[in-house]
């Protein structure tokens, strides 16, 4: 028979009720391949990989062996050659693998048979793989001794089945070749001590001898650790798991006091100031929780009795996974523990040098975090903002800031991380209580190990300078245009001149003609000339009220008490009933300088302001007059509580002719004119809204050159 004629059938007998089951004639039994996975486990993990490989090879050839010697009852091979291909059958039959056998030589003159093939889906290929993951050499250990027990009995000579690649390894499939055990490579030789037989017990005693020799070997390894411990020059101890001290080197011992006697009664705790014991006693603890190496800080006393700052530094000593004692180091810290109290205070020095010039720059600065939140202000910016620096922190610009305000710096805090770079922008800051201040904000982003860590801007307070442009530009447009009222009034005042001095002479002539008095056709004639002469009379008088506004001439100062003035003034203007529905307050500040001015044009100036804040408020309401010490002379402020000045009217009330009252009630002189007066009194007039509301008005007296610094007593 041929082997591929084999049956499966013909050689197995199942006998369920008698609980057997006949294989080649044999009882078998049906075993899981996990239950051979096992085995193979329990061989490999107590006696080692080699020795487990030695007997699943070995248990393996015995199986091939017998079942070679069983087949030919059943096959009756035609040749020797189809009873070694029934081999492979067999044990295909056996569910070990799928076996191909792709070569068979048979060489019987000289003895010499060689055979190879593959094996897919091996048991114990698959076995391996799920107990231990890939391998690095072939593994199908029972199968190989199962092939050269096999054929060792059909050949009758020592055959040896080398697999040359293996799924267990990670191969495509497992390819092996039958040879005989004298072709064997040299690099195969090492196989043929797997088909040996086994003497453990000779292998336990070569064993115990090498276990003795590596215990001798640990033990002056120990004594080699220990000696070298010993004269470290760092303090190094070792603890049982109790915390007793099991050994503290020269170097602790001496720096301690402590004599080798006095060791074994010793615990952590007793090396350690009485404050620290607890935390001492913890420590250990901790470590045994932990499982790791851990540092305390404490206080030891030395020798000589003083205290010495140590950190100890200690790990568990493990053996599996318990602790059996603890070791570790105690270092002196001292000079480290000074050097990092020398190193926090100069850092806080730093910090506060760096907070103090912050502080001392007028300019304010801020830093925003990544979030765009504030993580710094200076003194000066939280003075902006109107709330103190640590209340800032933390606070995002609309928090803070007007919404228009907050937008602007937001979206630059943008630009600034995109990398876009832009000129300084402007923003409006209003701390409650305090007046709108102007800002110019320049940025910048703030990095640290080359990452942006924020935005910094420094804002500079241009509300002064911006006021300052304000008043010059006025100053200028002011001048050309008294320059320009000055000629018109001079162009105007000579026509004028002799229009109403025609008129007057025409009306002496017609009052000469006889009958002219009664003749009523002469009324109209006078009626025209007389109103010739009023409108006339009117025109001079807004020329003379132009040349006022313009006119540069020099006029008569007198020193006077500028208090005493204004008070006296105030008084005539109620008997006048000028300030009639208004409640006028006037403060004075006790010490003003005395003032070099011109009294009526000075009350020409204050009578004006005073008759518009009552206009503001339409004749009710509170008009504060307030005196006041200022560089160089006195300011006097007139504040009101109407509805102040518009954006577009603030930049021209001091225009001829601007008015925003009703036509008949304003001429728009008025302003004018008190600018043409201070500036002719050597001083200023300025205006502006006050926060609360209503419109202020302030002008600037210049002291009396001769006893400026000369107050009032
Ligand atoms: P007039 O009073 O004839 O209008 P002024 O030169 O005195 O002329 O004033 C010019 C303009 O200035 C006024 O029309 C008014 O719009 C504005 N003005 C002056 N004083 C005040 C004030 N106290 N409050 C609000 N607006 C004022």
Not at 428 to 447: D, I, K, Q, T, W
Not at 600 to 622: C, F, K, S
């Amino acid at each position: 028979m041929r082997a591929d004629q084999l049956d499966f059938y013909s050689l197995v007998e199942f006998a369920p009720d008698r609980g057997a089951i006949e294989f080649s004639g044999r009882r078998a039994i049906l075993l899981h391949t996990d239950a051979m996975g096992a085995l193979r486990k329990e061989l490999v993990e107590t006696l080692g990989a080699d020795i487990a490989k030695v007997i699943l090879t070995r248990y393996g050839f015995s199986c091939g062996h017998e079942d070679a010697g069983l087949l030919p009852g059943f096959m009756h091979p035609d040749t020797v050659e189809e009873f070694v291909r029934g081999g492979p059958r067999v044990h295909m039959f056996s569910g070990i693998a799928e076996v191909e056998t792709h070569s068979v030589e048979v060489d019987r003159e000289r003895g010499h048979y060689r055979m190879s093939g593959f094996w897919r889906h091996s048991y114990e290929a698959e076995q391996h793989l799920r107990l231990f993951g890939r391998s690095d050499e072939a593994v199908c250990w029972t199968l190989a001794g199962y092939a050269s027990g096999f054929a060792s009995y059909v050949f009758q000579t020592d055959m040896i089945c080398v697999e040359h690649a293996c799924e267990g390894r990670g191969d495509d499939r497992c390819a092996w070749t039958l040879m005989n055990a004298t072709d064997c490579a040299p690099e195969f030789s090492g196989l043929r001590k797997y088909f040996q037989p086994l003497n453990i017990k000779d292998r336990i005693n070569v064993l115990e001898g090498k276990v003795y020799e590596r215990t001798r070997e640990l033990e002056a390894s120990e004594q080699r650790y220990r000696n070298l411990i010993e004269d470290l020059p760092e303090m190094v101890f070792a603890l049982h798991v109790s915390g007793r001290m099991l050994q503290l080197n020269k170097a602790g011992r001496t720096r301690l006091g402590i004599s080798p006697e006095q060791l074994p009664r010793m615990r952590l705790k007793d090396l350690v100031l009485p404050a620290y014991r607890t935390a001492a006693a913890n420590f250990l603890k901790s470590i045994a929780t932990a499982r790791t190496a851990t540092r305390l800080d404490v206080v030891m006393c030395d020798a000589e009795g003083c205290p010495v700052p140590m950190r100890l530094q200690v790990e568990p000593v493990l053996k599996g996974d318990r602790i059996v004692g603890y070791s570790g180091l105690a270092i002196d810290i001292t000079a480290q523990q000074e050097r990092e109290r020398k190193l926090t205070e100069y850092a806080a020095r730093l910090e506060n040098r760096e907070q103090q010039i912050q502080d001392i720059i007028n300019d304010a600065v801020y830093i925003l975090d990544l979030d765009g939140r504030f993580s710094f202000v200076n003194a000066r910016m939280a003075e902006l903002l109107g709330v103190p620096a640590d209340r800032a922190i933390g606070c995002s610009c609309g928090e803070l800031m007007l919404h228009s305000s907050a937008q602007r710096v937001e979206r630059d805090f943008r630009r600034r991380l995109n990398g876009e770079c832009g000129p300084p922008f402007e923003i409006m800051l209003a701390a409650s209580g305090a007046p709108n201040r102007l800002l110019e904000v320049s940025s910048a982003v703030l990095s640290t190990d080359g990452g942006p860590e924020g935005v910094i801007g420094v804002a500079r307070d241009i509300t002064a300078r911006r006021e300052m442009e304000r008043q010059l530009a006025q100053a200028n447009r002011l001048s050309s245009l008294g320059q320009f009222a000055s000629g018109i009034a001079h162009e105007i005042n000579n026509p004028l001149g002799l229009v109403s001095g025609f008129a007057e002479e025409l009306q002496a002539l017609m009052e000469a003609i006889p009958g002219a008095r009664s003749n009523p056709d002469f009324d109209v004639l006078r009626q025209g000339l007389t109103t010739i002469q009023e409108q006339a009379q009117r025109c001079k008088a807004i020329t003379d009220n132009l040349l006022l506004f313009s006119r540069k001439q020099a006029v008569p100062l007198e020193v006077v008490d500028a208090g005493m003035l204004v008070r006296e003034r105030l008084s005539a203007y109620r008997d006048i009933g000028l300030t009639r529905g208004l409640e006028v307050d006037l403060s004075l500040d006790a010490a003003l300088p005395r003032i070099a001015t011109n009294p009526t044009l000075l009350d020409q100036v204050l009578r004006n302001l005073i008759r518009n804040a009552g206009d503001a408020m339409n004749g009710a309401g509170r008009v504060s007059v307030i005196l006041r010490p200022a560089e160089g002379g006195v300011d006097l402020e007139v504040l009101d509580e109407g509805p102040g000045l518009p954006a577009g009217v603030i930049d021209h009330v001091f225009d001829p002719f601007f008015t925003t009252k009703a036509p008949g009630r304003g001429t728009g002189l008025g302003l004018s004119i008190c600018y043409g007066i201070m500036t002719e009194l050597g001083g200023r007039i300025e205006c502006g809204n006050r926060p609360e509301g209503g419109a202020w008005f302030r002008l600037h007296l210049p002291a009396d050159a001769a006893g400026a610094d000369t107050s009032m007593p």
